[in-house]
């Protein structure tokens, strides 16, 4: 069963950068669309960023200009770059990749997520 791993949050001011990793534990980047989601306290999981198998990006309208979604294939490793940070950006961050044509469907299990807190 294939795990994922995230990292690289942190405590920041606003404006500050950080860059999350996830890491998984099969080489599954190159056949899956892969995302971002984020979750904050009292709100449902958020979409925030996209990467298809392709190498296309889309993004959450709110992120778009300051989070970068990227890979390292040979890695296993999925990044979000993710600058000009804002105190709405708060949240616990993970990776998975979603089932095409089925929303709310994830092929993985989740792993434990990164928390990021920006500062106001």
């Known amino acids: 069963q294939v795990q994922l791993v995230e990292s690289g949050g942190g405590l920041v001011p606003t404006g500050g950068s950080l860059k999350l990793s996830c890491t998984a534990s099969?080489?599954?980047?190159?056949?899956?669309?892969m995302a971002w989601y984020r979750q904050a306290p009292g709100k449902q999981r958020e979409l925030v960023a996209t990467?298809?198998?392709?190498?296309?990006?889309d993004y959450a309208g709110s992120v778009k200009g300051r989070f970068t979604i990227s890979r390292d294939t040979a890695r296993n490793t999925l990044y979000l770059q993710m600058n000009s940070l804002k105190p709405e950006d708060t949240a616990v961050y993970s990776c998975?990749?979603?089932?095409?044509?089925?929303?709310?469907?994830?092929?993985?299990?989740w792993g434990q997520g990164t928390q990021v807190t920006v500062s106001s």
């Open positions: 998975n990749a979603p089932v095409s044509g089925y929303s709310g469907a994830f092929k993985y299990t």
């Open positions: 099969a080489s599954i980047f190159g056949s899956n669309a």
């Open positions: 990467l298809t198998s392709g190498g296309a990006t």
